[in-house]
């Protein structure tokens, strides 16, 4: 690296050259790559004393996160949920049957592959639709598509369709 392109990274502006580089990046729609790589041309300081394999694996990491994010946030714009809720925010509760073990179950998502289905069943205001909503999170964050419904809206699509 010149010197002069060391001085522009201390004072955190990319050279020209690192800036086409970067746009070429964002026009190929690598959106982590691009932001990676402006984070190491900012932070020569920081990341110049890296190999060349380790800056383009930090480059790819920072893809794939990158790709994850944008699939989560399409599958959940696309599930109907109403609200983000974690099944970390949920307290297992014996008294209404709700057991640490299977919240682990389907915080895994290992049921899914294996088409095993369940029923969360309750009276009104047990917390149906928050371990519903719990549970779709880590499927879509494993990439796999949900679809939100409550009971009164499924049987008004079914009937519509018949």
Not at 61 to 71: I, L, S
Not at 113 to 122: C, L, M, R
Not at 139 to 144: C, L, V
Request: aromatic share 8%; net charge neutral.
């Amino acid at each position: 690296m010149t010197e002069n392109t060391a001085t522009h990274n201390l004072h955190g502006q990319v050279p020209v050259e690192q800036a086409l580089i970067i746009e070429r990046f964002r026009k190929l729609k690598m959106q982590g790559i691009a932001s990676e790589l402006e984070d190491q041309f900012r932070n020569y300081n920081i990341f110049g004393e890296l190999s060349l394999e380790k800056r383009l694996i930090k480059c790819l990491d920072a893809q794939d996160q990158y790709a994850k994010a944008a699939r989560f946030k399409t599958l959940f714009k696309n599930s109907h949920l109403r609200a983000k809720l974690y099944l970390s925010q949920i307290t297992p509760d014996k008294s209404r049957g709700l057991y640490a073990d299977d919240m682990a179950i389907l915080a895994e998502c290992h049921y899914i592959d294996s088409a095993v289905n369940f029923i969360i069943s309750g009276a009104t205001g047990t917390g149906k639709t928050a371990l519903a909503t719990a549970a779709a999170i880590p499927a879509m964050e494993h990439g796999r598509s949900v679809l939100f419904y409550n009971t009164a809206d499924l049987c008004a699509l079914l009937q519509a369709k018949d």
